[in-house]
């Protein structure tokens, strides 16, 4: 009777034991994936690419309208370009890069202005009225130049871009 008193004992210690232990393993588990989490998140963070103006052209065409840039593109008549002070451009484009066709009514007429990380893109649908967008530049990546087949397109069709 003895033993089975001390069995029991035992039993109600270790299960105690275990009990307690538990939320420390569970809070140790939280501790070390919370700070994987935050070391992933700094490496995506800084893994962010130097482009070039033609490069970042293509992304926001991209993002704008990419049937457009690929049809554009495959007949060789997307222009990049930076809008010089003798242009005749729209109001509030004066120093902004852009991206069009050469071609009247094909389309639309791009311009974008990179600073630090936020893009902000003005265009317009057929001559229209100029529409604004903002984005990040870590979004268009994220988005549209992320992935080794994603990097070729861009890159071809940077390739394949007029210079005005």
Do not use: C
């Not at 307690?20 to 070391?39: A, C, G, H, R």
């Not at 317009?124 to 990097?151: C, D, E, M, P």
């Amino acid at each position: 009777m003895k033993s089975n008193r001390i069995k029991i004992i035992a039993l109600i210690l270790s299960t105690l034991i275990f009990v307690s232990v538990i939320p420390l393993v569970f809070e140790k588990y939280n501790i070390v994936q919370n700070n994987f989490d935050t070391v992933q998140a700094k490496k995506h963070r800084h893994h962010m690419p130097k482009l070039l103006d033609q490069q970042v052209a293509v992304l926001v065409g991209l993002d704008i309208n990419p049937k457009w840039v690929h049809q554009q593109s495959s007949k060789g008549k997307l222009i990049y370009g930076v809008v010089k002070p003798s242009d005749t451009v729209p109001d509030g484009v004066k120093d902004y890069s852009f991206l069009s066709t050469d071609s009247e009514g094909e389309g639309i007429y791009l311009f974008f202005k990179t600073e630090n990380n936020r893009v902000t893109i003005k265009y317009a649908n057929h001559g229209n009225k100029l529409h604004t967008k903002t984005v990040t530049l870590s979004h268009l990546v994220n988005q549209l130049y992320r992935t080794k087949n994603q990097r070729q397109r861009v890159d071809n069709y940077v390739s394949s871009l007029r210079t005005e």
